[in-house]
T-cell receptor, first 112, second 114 residues
Framework: GAGVSQSPSNKVTEKGKDVELRCDPI?????LYWYRQRLGQGLEFLIYFQGNSAPDKSGLPSDRFSAERTGESVSTLTIQRTQQEDSAVYLCASSSPSGTQYFGPGTRLTVT | AQSVSQHNHHVILSEAASLELGCNYSYGGTVNLFWYVQYPGQHLQLLLKYFSGDPLVKGIKGFEAEFIKSKFSFNLRKPSVQWSDTAEYFCARGPNFGNEKLTFGTGTRLTIIP
């Protein structure tokens, strides 16, 4: 079966523009996570969706960041008015019933 | 706040050498521990995980890790590394069977010299 997929794989945008990043989780996975990895750093949790429960947004760094998920399918992470410090690899993961998180290939965002 | 520390930022070994990568986690209730690996150009993938039971956990590709509660450690080991083990290794902890946000260490880059 297919793994977690993300699009685009690379995104270059100008400072101040909005961007949307997409994640397609593994079919049947109830939980979906977004993480961010800045250069030379570990993965930083952003947001977590579990079924129909309210998402855990505790990791979002500012109100410029938001994410949506439709049911147990696709999720979109939106960054408004991008800043240079938003440059990072944005990783999505989905969780099997056993709880193991499976990661996608990431979207490399560069803000110029 | 939960935290994970990986003190080795870059490790260079020759093939057949033994490997031990350090991972320490902060105290804080139930702990579930993971090692993930990212080979060059590939996704993060799970090497092994510890939820409960036997503190010595065996994973893929000959890797193992030992949960030592008294030391708050979960070091990754392999008795004899191969060139193909060149990758970045991340230790992570989760609060509840991994089905919630993971806290990652900063990663250790492993370079194996043929």
């Amino acid at each position: 079966g297919a793994g977690v997929s993300q699009s685009p794989s690379n995104k270059v945008t100008e400072k101040g523009k909005d961007v949307e990043l997409r994640c397609d989780p593994i079919s049947g996975h109830t939980a979906l996570y977004w993480y961010r990895q800045r250069l030379g750093q570990g993965l930083e949790f952003l947001i977590y969706f579990q079924g129909n429960s309210a998402p855990d947004k505790s990791g979002l760094p500012s109100d410029r960041f938001s994410a949506e998920r439709t049911g147990e399918s696709v999720s979109t992470l939106t960054i408004q008015r991008t800043q240079q410090e938003d440059s990072a690899v944005y990783l999505c993961a989905s969780s099997s019933p056993s709880g193991t998180q499976y990661f996608g290939p990431g979207t490399r965002l560069t803000v110029t | 706040a939960q935290s994970v520390s990986q003190h080795n930022h870059h490790v260079i070994l020759s093939e057949a050498a033994s490997l031990e990568l350090g991972c320490n986690y902060s105290y804080g209730g139930t702990v579930n521990l993971f090692w993930y690996v990212q080979y060059p150009g590939q996704h993060l993938q799970l090497l092994l995980k510890y939820f409960s039971g036997d503190p010595l956990v065996k994973g893929i590709k000959g890797f193992e890790a030992e949960f030592i509660k008294s030391k708050f450690s979960f070091n990754l080991r392999k008795p004899s590394v191969q060139w193909s083990d060149t990758a970045e290794y991340f230790c992570a902890r989760g609060p509840n069977f991994g089905n919630e946000k993971l806290t990652f260490g900063t990663g250790t880059r492993l370079t194996i010299i043929p």
